[in-house]
């Protein structure tokens, strides 16, 4: 994903997964598309057991809804990098 929406919450009554439903909603309205993937801060992260590494090896990976969250230190705590994964592969951010 070269090209993404950055969403800001740090409302700590809101779970994760309410923040990327209502991220990817407002991405949907704005843009037409529906994101699929989305990257976040560690720290956000819940402890996920289905939790797996992503094909460079140092990514955690899970599913919330039809979203994939990826884990990143680029993204800033609070804040969610959220768009549509081209076709390309290219998903760092």
Avoid at 35 to 52: D, G, K, V, W, Y
Avoid at 64 to 82: A, C, F, K
């Amino acid at each position: 994903m070269n090209i993404g929406m950055l969403w800001f919450d740090n409302d700590p009554k809101t779970d994760l997964a309410t923040k990327i439903e209502h991220a990817a909603e407002y991405y949907r309205k704005k843009y037409g598309k529906r994101p699929n993937l989305c990257f976040i801060h560690p720290s956000m992260a819940p402890p996920q057991p289905e939790a797996s590494q992503s094909q460079d090896g140092a990514t955690a990976v899970f599913t919330s809804g039809n979203v994939e969250v990826r884990i990143t230190r680029s993204v800033l705590p609070n804040h969610l990098w959220i768009g549509v994964n081209g076709a390309n592969g290219q998903v760092n951010p």
